[in-house]
């Protein structure tokens, strides 16, 4: 049976229910202010829609209107309704795509220096998602926190670890360390790492030290005069100060706990003030930093690895000869990150998630290192970055060797790409193995700007 050509008033229903579903479809990816408007709008056009779908199906005659007049009438109505819509629509979604331009272009490529309250790549993390939550654009967040560095190692690896990534704001978070085992000259090495940046015209914040709980208040009193000099070197060189340790003393006084278990490290709470004092001191007063912190995965994650541990203590570490046999067989399992099974440490869990093996993996005996194995198909013939955190051991690309551990050099850190390797990847399959500790992550990205 031939079904019956639409009417003109079904034609526009449709029409109606079609801008309905694109409204509701368009709310992804957009904030969630925005995204509530577009809700509203589709909603909105879809009550409409229901309403005028139960007038009556025949239209009444009007003096001087004909049926078919007062039909297309119904319809033109119905459309410029939903063109309406549609347009606030665009105007929403046009103004979703293009984001706050940033305070100030200094804001663009930002470098956090510290120790391994920088390390572990909370507050630096929680900086990025509290901007881009209030609709700016989203800067690049590179992380420079070495876990145990004093002020001293901070000036000596201020070259490579903060100037080699071109910056063009450096956040400074110094102190801890100095505090609580010396081996530092906070006095003379904190002003020289403002002098050297300065003399390299890198703009700064700086902030002052955290709290300290009460395991460590034989060390509280010590934390004075540092911030003390932190606030006249801001003043001395013009520069803003991240009141971090007023901001948690307030909160601790409110009874908010801010300290891990150790009284030194922050914990979430803690690191979330730590977020909102460098936000307030970089002028984005207007920006409160979300109360859950979003894990992210890393950048070009290695997800699948298969992998092995090494118990025998007689097997040698690889070199140029040996790589070259390494092939997986039964006694090599599938790895894959994130790790399913949550871990009971706030940090640990959020690290787990970002997709860093965080352990022995379950399926893995116990070992001396573990060996992991993956093949990268590549389109082309490129360079790229390989990425390393926690405790990777050494790295080989189709049978070259990138990068050893140099056991000699302070520790190099904990954070996601804190070692940087640049690898030439050949068209079809390349063969990535490294040799690692049980917590690490590796990945494989087109530019440093992360």
């Not at 003379?188 to 700064?204: G, N």
């Not at 803690?270 to 007063?285: D, F, S």
């Not at 090599?332 to 997709?355: I, N, S, Y």
Request: with cysteine.
């Amino acid at each position: 049976m031939t079904k019956a050509p639409m009417t003109t008033r079904e034609q526009a229903q449709a029409a109606c229910l079609a801008l309905f579903l694109a409204l509701r479809s368009s709310q992804m990816n957009i904030p969630s202010g925005r995204s509530r408007s577009i809700a509203g709008m589709s909603d909105l056009l879809l009550y409409y829609f229901a309403y005028r779908r139960h007038l009556p199906t025949s239209v009444a005659p009007v003096k001087g209107v004909s049926a078919y007049n007062a039909s297309r009438g119904y319809a033109m109505k119905t459309l410029l309704f939903g063109g309406l819509v549609l347009l606030a629509l665009c105007l929403q979604v046009g103004a979703a795509s293009k984001p706050k331009p940033l305070l100030s272009p200094t804001h663009q490529r930002i470098v956090f220096l510290g120790d391994s309250i920088t390390d572990g790549n909370t507050y630096p993390a929680w900086i990025k998602q509290a901007l881009v939550a209030a609709g700016y654009e989203a800067p690049i967040c590179i992380n420079a926190g070495y876990g145990g560095h004093t002020s001293t190692d901070m000036l000596n690896n201020l070259e490579r670890n903060v100037i080699a990534l071109h910056p063009t704001l450096v956040c400074i978070s110094c102190g801890a360390n100095d505090v609580l085992h010396g081996g530092g000259a906070f006095t003379t090495s904190y002003p020289a790492i403002i002098e050297r940046l300065a003399k390299e015209k890198i703009p700064m914040v700086l902030m002052t030290l955290c709290v300290l709980g009460e395991m460590r208040k034989d060390k509280t009193d010590t934390t004075v005069p540092y911030n003390k000099l932190v606030h006249e070197m801001g003043e001395k060189y013009k520069l803003p100060v991240a009141e971090v340790n007023a901001l948690q003393l307030e909160a601790w006084a409110q009874g908010i706990q801010v300290l891990e278990v150790d009284h030194v490290h922050p914990n979430l709470a803690g690191q979330r003030l730590i977020a909102q004092a460098v936000l307030t001191a970089m002028g984005y007063t207007d920006v409160v930093v979300p109360q859950t912190f979003k894990s992210e995965l890393i950048p070009g994650l290695i997800k699948t690895w298969q992998m092995r541990a090494v118990t025998d203590p007689k097997e040698q570490p690889l070199d140029r000869e040996n790589v070259k046999t390494i092939k997986p067989d039964a006694a090599w399992k599938t790895v894959t990150f994130p790790a399913k099974e949550p871990l009971k440490g706030q940090w640990e869990e959020t690290e787990r998630l970002c997709g860093f093996s965080m352990g022995q993996p379950a399926n893995l005996e116990k070992g001396r290192y573990y060996l992991g194995y993956t093949e990268l198909d590549e389109k082309t013939a490129h360079m790229a970055y390989i990425n390393l955190g926690g405790y990777v051991r050494s790295v080989w690309l189709n049978g070259e060797k990138l990068y050893t551990v140099d056991t000699s050099i302070v520790w190099p850190g904990w954070h996601m790409g804190k070692f940087r390797l640049v690898g030439e990847f050949k068209a079809g399959k390349n063969v990535l193995i490294i040799e690692t500790d049980p917590i690490f992550a590796v990945s494989v990205t087109e530019n440093s700007n992360w």
